[in-house]
Structure formats: C-alpha cells, structure tokens
C-alpha cells in the first residue's frame, strides 16, 4: 500500500513505503501512535532508528494523514556537522519515497550561499536540518553565516508552524538549555501565535532534570509525559544480546607513543569478522586525536588509517561515508583505525570490533560504546583514563570523569552491551544519578534576553550582541574560515561569498591567536600579523573589509587568502602549516552571491529590483497575490490576511520618492514616476545611486520602505488626524497645550485603499506601518540615521535625513492599485522617529513597534514579516510583463 491522501492511512504501510523496512520496532510505533503533536522526551538507545522513526512519524501525520495540526516544517537540530550529512542523507531517501505531489524538500542549514532557499515558501512542508550554531543562532534572530536582513524571516518561520527535534542533546551543552527555554517562551505566547511549535528532544542518555528551569517548570512534566522509551519486554534479541567486554587502562597524557603501541596491539589481535577488522580510536579533543594520529604514523601505520574531526571542510569530508564511515564500508577485507572525536559519539553508521577511548563523561561513553558491534556479533571496549586534573581533563571536569570511572569499575564484570548499560541505568539512585548526569548550563537564556534580540538594528559599527553564550560554552564557539586565491594585493570581490563546501569551522579563540597572534597580559594584539590577510563581510558597506581580533566573532564567515596557510586535507585546520591551502573547484556560476543574498548582506542596494520595467501598482498586485496565497494556505485569521494584502499595496510606495525614481536612467525609460523595477543596467552605481532625475540632490542611505511606512502617517494627516493611530488617545491634551489651528480644507472622497488604511484600529495600523517598514528587513524597530545620512549638507535647515528621507520629502500622487483612484500627494513626516509622544503623529515608532511585539510575541510579529517578505521575493521573480505600461508603448 503506498501513501494515500487521506486520514486512514495506515503508519505500518507508510513506514513500509517510506523506508523498506518490512515493519516498524514498538517504540517507532508508541511515537506515531499519538494523533496529536507535543513536547515529549524521547529517550532511545542508539542503533534502535531514531532517525527512520522520528522522520516517519512527522511525515505520516502532516502528509500520510494530511493533519493540519501537525506543523509543516520538521527542524533537525544536531550537535556536529559531520551528523548533519548523515541525517540528511537518511531524510533525502525518506522524502524521495513520498509521492511527488506530497513530498517535502530537504535544506541543509550550515552556511554558505547554497543553503536553499526554504525561507520563501511558508506555507510548504519541509525538513531543514542543521547544527546547533546554525539553527539555534536562528531562532534566536542571529543566525550565524546568514545575511543579516534574513534574520527576522528565519526567526519568524523557525518559531512557528515547525516542530523542532534536537537529536544527540547530551552533546549540546548550554544549546540544550536554549532549546528548553524557547519552548517555554513560545508556550508563554501560544495564544498570540497562529501556528504551532514543538519540541522533541532526544538521545539514548536523555536526562529529565535537564530541561528543567524555573522558565520550564510549567511545563515540564507535561514534556514528561508519556516518553518514548524501549519497555523492559522489548529488550530482547538484535542489539541487546551483543556482548562487549570492557578493559580500562591508564596511560599519561603526554604518552602518545605509548597510546599507538597499544593501539596497534588491540588492532592486530582483533579478529577479523564479516564485518572486517575495524578499530576505532575516540579522543577529547582535536589536538589529542592529532597527536594520536602522527604517533600511529610515526609507528608505521600509514595505510588504512583515517582521522576523523570536525575542522575539515565539507569538501574533504564527502568521501568519508563512501569509504569508511558507513555500514557498505565495512566489508570483509576491511582493515583499518578510525582515530576521531566526539563526532563519532552520535549518528555514524559504523560498526567497531575493538573500541578505544578516553575516559569521558559518563552520556558520551554510553554514546561511544554504541560504535563497537553494532551490526552483531561481540566487541572489546578499552577506556584509557589519560588524567583527571582539571589542567588535562577538559574539555570535561575532573568531576565528570571521576564518576564515569566510578560506573567503569561496576560494569567491568558484565561489560557494557545494550542489556547491561539499562539494567546499570535502572539500578541506580536519584544520587549517583544526578553524579553521573550532572547539568548545570553556564549560560540561561532570560524572557527579557528573548524579546530584546527582536531588534536586530547593529549599531554604528554594524555589530550586534553576542548570542554564542546560549549556543555553546567555553572554546567551542565557532566561526566559518573559507580560503580564496587571490594576489598580493588583491582584496575578495563583493560578489564573492563561500559555499557550504569551501567553510571550515574553527574555534574563535584559537582563530584570533592564528590570524592576530597570542595575546598575553602585557601584549596586546588587535591587528593582523603581517603575513596574514584575512576579511570580514562589512554590512554597512556591502564589501570585505580587513579583519581585526575584536571583529573575529562567533558566528562570523573570514575570508583568508590561500597564500597565509592555516589548512590541509590531511589534518584540516592547522594554524601552524604555512602551505598554501588548496582551493575547492566549484562552477564559476556559484561562486558569486545570488541577488537575493546581495540584497539581504548589505544595508543598501536594489537587487532585488533589478527586472523588466514594472510599476508599483503592478509588482503591488503581484505581491498581494502571493501573500493572500500563502496566508490562506498557512490559515491566518481573517483580519491578518487582510493586513497582509493590504501592506502588500502599499509597500512598494514609497518608491516613488524622486531619489529612488532617480536612480533608474535610460534611453528605453518609460517616463512615469511610479516605476518599481528597471533592468540591472539602467541603475546608478553607487555612490550616486539615489541621485534625483534632475541632479539636484543625492541621499546615498535611502530605503524606499520607510518612505512608504512613513506615508501612511501622511494620509492619516490628511484623511483623519484625530484617528486613534496618530493623535485621538490625546486629542484633549494636545488642545490644552496649544493654539488652536484653523481647520484644513476637507480633504476629497478617500479612495478604497486609503478607506481600508482609515478603517484601521491602532493597533492593526502599527502592524500594517511595522510590515511595510520591515519588508526588507532592513527597516525595523529603530528608525536611526545611517553613517551615509551624516555625511549630508542640510542647507535650507530641514535636518539630517533618516535613511534617505528628509522631513518634508513629498511622494507624488499615484495609482497603487489597478482601476482605483490614485492616493494623493503626501508630505512625509520624520516625527515618528523622535522619542516620545508627537504632537503630529503621536507615539513613537521605537513604541509602536514594541506594541506590536507585545500583542503578536516577537515570534509572531516576524512570522507576518517572513510572509510578506516571501511574498515580495517571489513576485520580484516573476518575468511578467506590466500591461500599464505595454498600453503605453502602443500609444
């Protein structure tokens, strides 16, 4: 039986369909038993199908049963990258089996330009799976290796309507913490949202105190509720009857060369099995496994030995599943030594017969022995304790592993297969419990925290607060390193921006040292050492600009030139190789910015205008048909869909003003004031992009959006200035405090457009300005002047503009919908940018948008903007011809 449309859909059959198993295990069975989606804890031992029965189970509801109630977007959030691929790998085959009509895309969320572009289609289903750093930055609106005007979209999308699974949680550290935190943040504003986002958190080591806070404890034993665990009767045959015998042994922490003698030794006398003859090696850290690595080299291990971490990039890493990270990699001539890190602990299809680590936490233990036999048959464990002081432990505490080795000890007899690793578990007291699972996140974020990264305004210098801390702790806070050919004096195009396959993560500290130098208490070093030349993606500026330590952020891309080393394939990032690092053939097509990338990375530029000629009202319609689609998909409110449509016409206005009409020239321009879209080549560059058709004047920091935004403040003047939105709630007191004024000439009969504007309450026009404000997310809850509009000479004493616009700018009158009378001149106020309260326009801007942030949550208010934003991108793409002006050309 293959995936039916309807709501009778069997979860056998379709677990059948959807994977080629013949039947689904208990447990994936008890998950997709539940009709309704929640929070849950899922807590399954690995090897078992977590992954098959976590992507089986959405799939089955939101597109096997066609329940709406189940959210479209399934968000995978992993610890390590090397995971992602093999999660995407299992997704990509899942959703190929689904019928192309139902079958949801898979994005890889992991930086670069290739990332897809799942952000434009809210109202389809989709997988998005990514790193921790990745989708946590994100929903945090913060996302790292994201062009900043993306921001709100994917804030907005990934905290609605998306059920998030955080998989391998003992490997997050503080992200756990984070993910905890949103759930109950987005609990709190579930009655302001309109969709639905859950957590599912899991590992075969999922501790329930680990989600508890006093932000959580509302909700936490609902989380418990019910979780997803194997029942003791099930606990029989395949997995649980493998036997894994255990050795621990001591050998000091500088004693590489004693470490490979004995690894060698434990390699040869392992039998060779169907399987063939497969040691793994896990180390703490990069450097350890590094070192480790060399010592088996220098020992005369050179053929069949493979180093595994997480500082390679992408492109090095594509052929490891093929070779020797996967189960058709483990064949019968096998013969090989894996030495890796904690990247192994979760999510690698492989299969060991003798294991060796270090002595770790006790969760990534349990994750390391689930490496050794896992296909059958019996294996060794060997855990070689290397030192516990605190100096040689991390990075992990002399706590962690004393009790680790205390649980060794007990298990020695029994070994550590499945059986006897629950039946430890089960044994245990709530003490040695809380010892063996410690968690104490050295970062929590705060509700107040949350809301205030709404605001995604960077200050002068275009930088931003630092969310790392909630993302991950300590030396493990990274940014992305791509390497470019380029000559001595050559600095990265503009429109060069990395691929996902060309980054290299690299800890931000260790980066600093390698690019500044080593810092001590008396020596500074800000700047670049001199043999080093290395960017950082300047917003303000839209182009790379030299790096400096301060700017060498968590989260940020450096673009280093090949010529200054720092790389190898063989052994990744290495800061001390001076080898010039080998660049990643990619089409020359992909390796510039896409238009929408450009637009969305700097604070100026029109690319996203660049077309066929189109007039506003024409591209308005446009996006009004896209945004009523999306949100009549989506099931909005009614009221909300009508906002939505109405920002739709209005958004675009402000593109009218005479500095963006001006920046469109040509011998083939049509002559109109009303022009939205030209082709690329009729653009001024900058920085004379927004000069006036007639030369007069240049604002280089104008946005059309707070133009149009700023216009409906105008129409209100004219049509209704005791409206509710500008100055009814102080109407009385404005009169008291002034002369009163001789009333203005009533203004002519509103055309339907400005009458939906009027027929506005307060708070809906706040929202209606904040989504025309904010349409490309450029424009948002602070309305400041830019670095360009300093650099302005007031000479008739009207001020300084704010991002182009200048008190008294007047937007001619024009047609914003087909058929309607045109809205009438306006002149445009700047008011609403002051603090306080306005006797023109009222309330300030920082305070309406604010409002808006408290009705909808800062979640929901981005989940309309990610809508609208969608809406105008798409119909931006659209190679439609604009009939207003084709009956113009025929005249």
């Known amino acids: 039986m293959s995936p039916g449309m ?15 198993h013949d039947a689904p295990r208990a447990w994936q069975e008890h998950l997709a038993g539940e009709p309704n989606c929640r929070d849950r804890m899922i807590r399954i031992p690995t090897g078992l199908g977590k992954t098959e029965g976590v992507l089986s189970t959405w799939s089955f509801h939101r597109l096997g049963r066609c329940d709406d109630s189940w959210p479209r977007r399934l968000v995978w959030c992993l610890p ?60 945090l609106n913060r996302g790292y290796a994201s062009p900043r005007a993306r921001w709100p979209m994917e804030f907005g999308l990934l905290n609605h309507d998306a059920l ?12 756990l913490a984070t993910s905890a935190q949103l759930q109950a943040f987005r609990e709190e504003d579930r009655e302001k949202g309109f969709r639905p986002c859950h957590s599912w958190w899991m590992s075969a080591t999922l501790q329930p105190e680990w989600l508890r806070s006093v932000d959580t404890e509302p909700y936490h034993e609902r989380w418990m509720l019910n979780p997803c665990v194997i029942a003791a009767e099930q606990r029989r045959g395949g997995l649980w009857d493998i036997r ?39 180390c703490n850290t990069v450097h350890r496994a590094c070192g480790t690595f060399d010592a088996l080299r220098v020992a005369g291990r050179t053929e069949g030995l493979e180093l595994v971490h997480s500082r390679f990039r992408p492109a090095e890493r594509e052929d490891w599943r093929a070779r020797f990270l996967s189960r058709p990699a483990c064949t019968a001539d096998a013969d090989r030594i894996i030495v ?25 233990l349990v994750q390391r022995f689930g490496r050794c036999a896992r296909y059958g048959g019996s294996g060794k464990v060997l855990v070689v304790d290397r030192g516990r002081d605190e100096a040689i432990c991390a990075p992990y505490t002399p706590e962690q592993l004393e009790s680790a080795w205390g649980a060794l000890q007990q298990l020695r007899e029994r070994g550590v297969g499945l059986d006897a690793l629950e039946s430890h578990e089960e044994s245990l007291s709530p003490e040695v419990r809380t010892t063996l699972y410690p968690f104490a996140p050295s970062q929590l974020l705060l509700r107040r925290e949350f809301d205030e990264l709404f605001d995604t305004t960077p200050d002068l210098t275009g930088a931003d607060l630092d969310i790392s801390r909630f993302i991950r702790s300590g030396d493990e806070r990274d940014l992305q390193v791509f390497w470019l050919d380029l000559a001595k004096d050559e600095s990265p195009p503009s429109k060069r921006h990395p691929l996902r396959q060309e980054l290299c993560s690299v800890p931000f500290l260790k980066a600093r040292d390698w690019l500044c130098g080593e810092e001590t208490k008396t020596t500074r070093k800000p700047k670049l050492r001199s043999a080093i030349r290395a960017w950082i993606w300047d917003w303000l500026d839209g182009e790379w600009v030299p790096a400096e330590r301060q700017s060498l952020l968590p989260g940020r891309v450096v673009c280093v030139a090949a010529a200054c080393g720092g790389y190898t394939k063989d052994r990744g990032f290495n800061p001390e190789s001076r080898v010039a690092v080998p660049s990643i053939s990619l089409p020359a097509i992909t390796r510039n910015a896409s238009a929408l990338g450009e637009a969305d990375d700097q604070q100026d530029g029109e690319q996203l205008s660049f077309n066929p000629w189109k007039t506003i009202s024409f591209h308005g319609e446009e996006v009004a048909s896209e945004a009523r689609e999306i949100a009549n998909e989506i099931g909005l409110p009614k009221i909300l869909q009508g906002l939505l449509e109405q920002a739709a016409y209005w958004h675009d206005w402000g593109k009218s003003h005479p500095a963006f009409q001006g920046a469109m020239r040509g011998r083939d321009r049509p002559s109109r004031s009303d022009l939205a879209k030209a082709p690329e080549a009729a653009w ?12 007069s004047e240049i604002r280089p920091a104008f946005r059309h959006e707070l133009a149009s935004a700023l216009g409906l403040f105008a129409i209100l003047q004219i049509y209704a200035p005791q409206h509710q939105a500008l100055l009814g709630p102080w109407a009385e007191l404005f009169a008291l405090l002034r002369k009163p004024r001789q009333s203005a000439e009533q203004p002519p009969a509103p055309p339907p457009l400005v009458q939906r504007l009027l027929d506005c309450s307060a708070p809906h026009f706040d929202v209606l300005a904040y989504l025309v404000a904010s349409h490309h997310g450029k424009v948002r809850v602070a309305l400041h002047a830019a670095p360009k509009d300093q650099d302005y000479r007031d000479l008739d004493g009207r001020g300084l503009p704010i991002r182009g616009i200048r008190e008294g700018d007047r937007l001619p009158s024009v047609a914003l919908i087909a058929g309607e009378p045109p809205i009438p001149e306006v002149t445009l106020p700047l008011s609403p940018a002051s603090i306080g309260l306005s006797e023109r326009t009222g309330i300030s801007w920082r305070e309406r948008s604010l409002g808006a942030v408290e009705t909808y949550g800062p979640a929901g208010l981005a989940f309309l903007e990610a809508i609208l934003r969608a809406a105008d991108v798409r119909a931006s793409r659209l190679k439609t011809n604009d009939p207003m002006l084709a009956l113009e050309e025929k005249v």
């Open 684 to 695: 001024l560059k900058p920085p004379e992009m927004y000069k006036y058709l007639d030369n």
């Open 164 to 175: 998030w699974v955080m998989d391998e949680v003992q490997l997050m550290d503080v992200g």
């Open 340 to 364: 890796a890190t904690q990247v192994v602990e979760a999510g690698v299809d492989l299969s060991a017969g003798c294991l060796i680590t270090e002595l770790a936490p006790w969760p990534s």
């Open 244 to 282: 894994k015998s255990l050795v621990t042994e001591t050998i000091g922490p500088k004693d590489d060369r004693a470490l490979a003698q004995r690894i060698l030794s434990e390699h040869s006398n392992a039998p060779a099995g169907e399987f063939g003859r497969i040691t793994l090696v896990v």
């Open 6 to 20: 309807t709501s009778e859909v069997d979860f056998a059959a379709w677990f059948k369909s959807v994977t080629g």
């Open 80 to 139: 390590m990258r090397v995971l992602v691929e093999q999660t995407e790998e299992v997704a990509r085959k899942l959703a190929e089996a689904i019928p192309a009509e139902k079958r949801p895309k898979v994005h890889v969320v992991m930086g670069g330009e290739d990332g897809g572009e799942w952000f434009l289609s809210p109202e389809h289903a989709a997988i998005i799976i990514g790193t921790q750093d990745m989708l946590l930055s994100r929903a």
